[in-house]
Structure formats: structure tokens, C-alpha cells
């Protein structure tokens, strides 16, 4: 029996049986991936397994290895007589390079089956839809592996009896994990989990939230984010990144008190408040741990690089970013995530010519990394160097739902594979970090089950900014000169082209600018998140809708002159009437234009105007010699750029010449002559009747 106060160490003396044993166990993961049984394929049964709680973290001699969990039957068969059995491969992997050829070859053999009979767990039958718990134990003599250092493939398999009666020698139903074994004079790596939180929804053509009952699910107890927030807020904070959508801070705001739902979706108050719990954890956490901050609603940056406004539309995305941030009162790093299959050397030097910020990769954009080079490493491009953290996932592929137990052993698992990796090569940068699923659901795990991921002696908990901050390797390998990918076009990117455009004279125009260019800005980056790839004729409809409201309101802004117009002189004045139909004070101005070009008119200054209102504004006006001209008055922002209907009407002047005057006043003279001279004589002839003389 093995002495369990003591490590295995492959010596001298026993390094060619260590290496040995290591290309066994790759010769045994291979011969898996070409002759594994035919009945494996023949039966298919609809039923999963949850590996729940692994123990311990590491394996030592001596240890009693337990997994426990779930299984479940989700299909409509029913088993009989299912047991639970542990399997471990005798021999571990050295590099991670071992299991991701094993991984990728669709291997399902994970190594061999315990069957000592305290080492099977009686699961029970399993009914259609149930869920049965297992448990099994092996003590470390019994699982037949030859010690060396490394990583050892151990999962769980379960046999059952089918309705029909019999029972195949196949599992049906497999899960798969990882055990480190490192002797204790391996170098320290750094590591470190990677929690993504994402908005999850998308504003309609209508302007609302298209599913806000899903989101107030997920954030609610038991509900996925609310899962993933609780499990990060668990997980020690050295070793804790956050990368933050901050989509979703608004998301949660307006779902907290109840903006843009839907017509006759309705939020209780108890979803309400379990909103505002989750933003005020979710911002405590970012505060209190790294953040690094993903655009507004994770644009398609591959889509804006291929636009003829790329640089306006990434100004708006960023304005939106940087504004929401402050508005939350959170910092951090920002950071770009691109689709899988979406990223082009192009996109890598449009993103740096924009600043230095990492970008998020997998392995298909950078295939020769390989892990010696660290999970954070450096791409040369045109306008830069660019940070690539490179999320290259162990157990992609392994069979088994994820949980926190299987996280908790990959994060362990890659320091392992790290740390032999810089023992042998003291210019290797490897590490562990683990970039998170954001969709992933990790239930209702029990507290404290990230304690144990920072024990082993050779992993030290970081975070990505501490990664960062070290010298970084350079990554001259190929990346892809076009992309798998289909971004965003037609007809929705075009839309929102022109709605940055529109957008850009309302900024100009109403009074309150900060305000509306913030929520025009964050429309215009919810409309081009990559989310849309998903459902692109809804994404076209939303922007051509919002460009189309944009549009209108701007229609609501009108000038109304008189008729007509009639001068008494050269000189005069109008009156104007503007009318604010919109939604938002604005501050505008007038421009006349006339028909005449010798006529100029000054611009008039501009005036604010409440939503609703109608204001009248008078206009002075020099017609000169001229005696009829027609005007348009058309409404200016304070940039000059014409906004609302223009009114066109017709100046006349009444304008008298000299010559005339001075006609009438002649007439005038005679006038007063003839009526004066009536006078007199009228007199002369009331003094002779008085003296009582004949009248002739």
C-alpha cells in the first residue's frame, strides 16, 4: 500500500516508467477514439448527469476520491436497476494539448470503471422527467492508477435496465471532470475565474423590451443571472474578474421601475424589487472586484468595421459606454468581444486604432497560440498592438453539464497543466484563467464551493488585470483575413446610419441635449448589438422604426408666417409662429430666404420652445426699392442645419413716391386757396343785408 503521507515522484529511476505511463494514456484515450464500441452509438438515451461536488480538489495518496450529483432522465424510456460507477483513467494527461486532441476526436472513454461493490452507488430507477441523486466512493488503492504527476480524466457512467429488459454493457449516461496530481515543488501560476454578465434581452421595433418577463426570471431567486451573480459573489475576490454589458445595469433600472414594457406586460412588485436587489449586487461586486466593461449591448464590431460610417457609429457605441458607466458610478478597463468566428486581422486593427483594449478571442482566431505563450498575449497590427485574451476552454467538449464543482476542477486542472509547463520551460507564460459561459445556469450550488479553488500550492489567485499588467508574449501566428461570420447589413445597418445622422441634428436642437443624445446613443448601440444575428429581420424592423419616430418628431417642428404681407414703407415687421410638436423643449432659430436675391434677411436668433408649445416671434424687414417679394422661413437649429416644414408668403410694400406727394400737396394748397376765398365773399354779402340794401 502506498505511503499516504508521501507524493509519487517520477525520479530518475522511474522516469522512463513515468513516461511510459503517460503515452499509455494517451494510447488508451486514442484506441477509445477509433474502436470504441459499436453499441455505444446504437442507443441513445435521453438522460444527463450533474456532477455536483468533487473531493477533494487534488489528488493525494491516501485520499478517498467521492463524486456526488444528479441524474437525470429527461427522456420518455424507463430504466431500471441504474447504478453509478467511478471512472478514472490510470495514467493522467501532461498537457493540455492531450485532451483537447482526446476532446476533439469525440472520445466518450474516460478510463476504467471501479467495480468493487462499495464503490457502486444503487441510483434506483429512473422514471421519465425524475431526477435521482448519486454518490460514490473509491478509496485511493482501489482506483488502479499508477501516481505520476498530472491531470486524470474521472467522471461517472450509469448502467440501467431499458423497458425491454435487458441491460447493455454501454453507460447511458456519462459526466467527465478533472483531479490535478503535482508534487509540491512546482511552480506557482497565476489563475483566475472570468465572469461575464450580458443583457440578455433586446429593445423591439416598438421601443419596449421584447421578452422582459424572461429577464425579470433570470434575475429573480432561483433564476440563471441571479445563479451566476450569487456563485461570483462566492468566489474569492483576488481571483475574480467581471467583464460588465452595461446594457444590462439599464436593463435592470428601467425593469426596476417599470420603463419601456411592453403594452400589457406586466412586472409585480415583487420582480421589481428582486431587479433593483440584483443591480445594487451586481454593482457592489464590480466595485469591489476587477471590472472590465464590454461595449453597450456588445456591438457587432465586425459589422461596424464594414461600414462607411464605422467612426461615427463607434463614437455613438462609445458614448453610450462611457456615459452609462458614470451614470452607475463604476470604472474599468473596456474591453471587445467579438462572435467566435468573427474576428478578421482587419477588426483587430480597426478596435486598436480606437485605443488599446484587449479583445476577446478563441482559439479558432489565433489557431497556432499555444498555452506556453499565457492566456493574455500580444498581436502587432497596422495601427498598434493589441491585447488577445485567448479563451481556450479545457473541458469544451467533455460530456456532463458544467457546474460549480467541474469549474472549480478545470480552473485547478489548467494551473496544473500551467505549472509543469513552466517547470519544464522557464520562458513560459502559462497560466489558468477561465472565461465563464453567460448563459450558463449554475443552480443553486451551496455556498462555498469556489473554497477550494486557490488551495492547491501551485496556483495563486489573480485577475485578468494583474495578467496584464506582466510582460506579455507576442503572438505573430496566423489570424484570418475574412471572417465565417455574417455581421449585420442590409437594410438594418443602413437605418442605423441614418438614425446617427438624424440623431445628430437633435443633439443640436433640443434643449436638454445631454439627456436625449444619452438615449439616442444607447438606442443606436442596442440596435447594433450582435444579439441581432439572431433574429435580423426584427433587428431591420427595430432601426427602420426608430429612424422613422426620429424622423417624425423632427417633422413636428413647424414655422407659420402670414399670407400675406403689406408694408406701409420699406420698413416693417411680421409676426412668426412656431410650433413645437414634439416631446422634448427644443431652442431654434429662423432663416428667411427670399425670392429677390438683392433682398438679404437676418437669421433670426434662436428661441426656446416648450413640448407643445406655440410661440409667435417678430421679424424685422427692409425691402428697399422693392415692392413684392416672396419669403420662406424655415426653421434653423443653433448649427445652422434646417430642421420641421418651411412656410413660404408674399411681402408687398405700399411705398409712395415724391412726386406724388408733392401733386398732393399742391391740391391740397388749391384747396385751402378756393375755400378761403368762398369764405370772403360769402362775408361781403351778410354786411350788405344788414345795412338793409337792395339785393341784386
Keep these: 500500500m502506498t505511503n499516504p503521507g508521501r507524493r509519487l515522484r517520477p525520479g530518475p529511476r522511474s522516469l522512463h516508467r513515468w513516461v511510459a505511463a503517460v503515452l499509455a494514456a494517451v494510447v488508451v484515450w486514442g484506441a477509445a477514439l477509433v474502436g470504441a464500441p459499436a453499441a455505444q452509438a446504437a442507443i441513445d438515451p435521453d438522460v444527463s448527469i450533474r456532477i455536483t461536488g468533487v473531493s477533494p480538489t487534488e489528488l493525494r495518496d491516501g485520499a478517498t476520491v467521492t463524486l456526488s450529483g444528479l441524474v437525470t432522465n429527461s427522456g420518455d424510456e424507463r430504466w431500471t436497476k441504474a447504478q453509478a460507477y467511478l471512472v478514472i483513467a490510470p495514467a493522467p494527461f501532461t498537457t493540455r494539448q492531450q485532451v483537447t486532441d482526446a476532446v476533439e476526436s469525440e472520445a466518450t472513454y474516460t478510463g476504467q470503471r471501479v467495480v468493487e461493490l462499495d464503490a457502486i452507488d444503487e441510483v434506483g430507477t429512473l422514471e421519465p422527467g425524475s431526477t435521482r441523486p448519486f454518490r460514490v466512493q473509491v478509496p485511493y488503492e482501489d482506483l488502479r492508477i499508477n501516481g505520476a504527476e ?19 454493457t454501454n453507460a447511458i449516461a456519462r459526466a467527465t471532470t478533472f483531479l490535478p496530481r503535482i508534487d509540491d515543488t512546482s511552480p506557482r501560476v497565476p489563475g483566475g475565474l472570468v465572469w461575464p454578465f450580458v443583457m440578455p434581452d433586446r429593445i423591439g421595433p416598438d421601443g419596449t423590451y421584447l421578452d422582459a418577463p424572461d429577464l425579470a426570471e433570470r434575475v429573480s431567486p432561483g433564476g440563471q443571472l441571479r445563479n451566476l451573480l450569487d456563485r461570483a459573489r462566492q468566489a474569492p475576490g483576488p481571483g475574480t474578474t467581471i467583464v460588465l454589458d452595461p446594457a444590462l445595469l439599464v436593463g435592470l433600472d428601467d425593469l426596476a421601475e417599470g420603463r419601456r414594457l411592453p403594452e400589457g406586460v406586466q412586472v409585480t412588485a415583487v420582480q421589481r424589487a428582486a431587479a433593483r436587489t440584483f443591480l445594487t449586487d451586481l454593482t457592489e461586486l464590480s466595485r469591489r472586484v476587477t471590472t472590465w466593461s464590454l461595449d453597450y449591448a456588445r456591438p457587432d464590431v465586425l459589422a461596424i468595421s464594414t461600414s462607411d460610417d464605422a467612426a461615427q457609429l463607434a463614437a455613438t457605441v462609445d458614448r453610450a459606454t462611457s456615459g452609462t458607466l458614470a451614470r452607475f458610478q463604476l470604472t474599468g478597463r473596456r474591453v471587445t468581444w467579438p462572435t467566435r468566428t468573427g474576428v478578421t486581422s482587419r477588426l483587430l486593427s480597426e478596435v486598436r486604432d480606437g485605443g488599446e483594449r484587449p479583445v476577446v478571442v478563441t482559439r479558432d482566431a489565433v489557431p497556432d497560440w499555444e498555452p506556453r505563450l499565457g492566456s493574455i498575449v500580444t498581436r502587432r497590427t497596422d495601427e498598434g498592438p493589441v491585447p488577445l485574451f485567448v479563451n481556450a476552454g ?4 467533455v460530456p456532463g453539464s458544467k457546474t460549480v464543482a467541474t469549474l472549480r476542477q478545470r480552473l485547478v486542472s489548467e494551473a496544473a497543466f500551467a505549472s509543469l509547463e513552466r517547470r519544464g520551460d522557464r520562458q513560459s507564460k502559462a497560466d489558468a484563467f477561465v472565461l465563464i459561459d453567460p448563459t450558463w445556469n449554475p443552480g443553486g450550488t451551496e455556498a462555498g464551493s469556489f473554497s477550494g479553488a486557490f488551495t492547491p500550492d501551485f496556483v495563486t489567485p489573480s485577475d485578468l488585470e494583474d495578467l496584464l499588467s506582466t510582460g506579455r508574449a507576442s503572438y505573430t501566428g496566423s489570424v484570418p483575413r475574412t471572417s465565417d461570420a455574417t455581421p449585420l447589413r442590409g437594410r438594418q445597418l443602413r437605418a442605423v446610419e441614418d438614425l446617427v445622422r438624424a440623431a445628430s441634428v437633435v443633439a443640436d436642437l433640443v434643449v436638454d441635449a445631454d439627456d436625449v443624445t444619452a438615449r439616442t446613443d444607447r438606442t443606436v448601440a442596442e440596435l447594433l448589438s450582435v444579439a441581432w444575428r439572431r433574429d435580423r429581420d426584427t433587428g431591420a424592423e427595430a432601426a427602420v422604426d426608430q429612424l422613422r419616430r426620429t424622423r417624425a418628431a423632427l417633422d413636428g417642428l413647424q414655422v407659420e408666417g402670414p399670407p400675406a404681407i403689406t408694408l406701409s414703407s420699406s420698413q416693417g415687421t411680421f409676426p412668426l409662429t412656431v410650433s413645437n ?27 426656446e420652445v416648450e413640448a407643445g408649445e406655440r410661440r409667435t416671434l417678430t421679424v424685422t424687414v427692409d ?43 399742391a391740391a391740397g394748397l388749391f384747396v385751402l386757396f378756393a375755400l378761403g376765398r368762398r369764405f370772403l365773399r360769402g362775408r361781403g354779402r351778410g354786411d350788405a343785408l344788414d345795412r338793409g340794401e337792395p339785393d341784386e
Design 150 to 168: 498530472g491531470v486524470y480524466p474521472v467522471g461517472v457512467q450509469v448502467l440501467a435496465t431499458g423497458e425491454d429488459g435487458t441491460r447493455d
Design 623 to 665: 425691402v428697399g426699392e422693392q415692392t413684392s417679394s416672396t419669403f420662406t422661413a424655415q426653421l434653423i437649429t443653433s448649427g445652422g442645419t434646417p430642421v420641421g416644414q418651411a412656410d413660404s408668403f408674399n411681402v408687398r410694400s405700399s411705398r409712395v413716391g415724391i412726386a406724388l406727394w408733392a401733386l398732393m400737396g
Design 394 to 397: 479545457l473541458d469544451v467538449g
Design 581 to 607: 410638436d414634439t416631446d422634448d423643449p427644443v431652442r431654434v432659430g429662423v432663416r428667411i430666404n427670399t425670392s429677390n436675391p438683392a433682398l438679404t434677411v437676418p437669421d433670426v436668433e434662436p428661441v
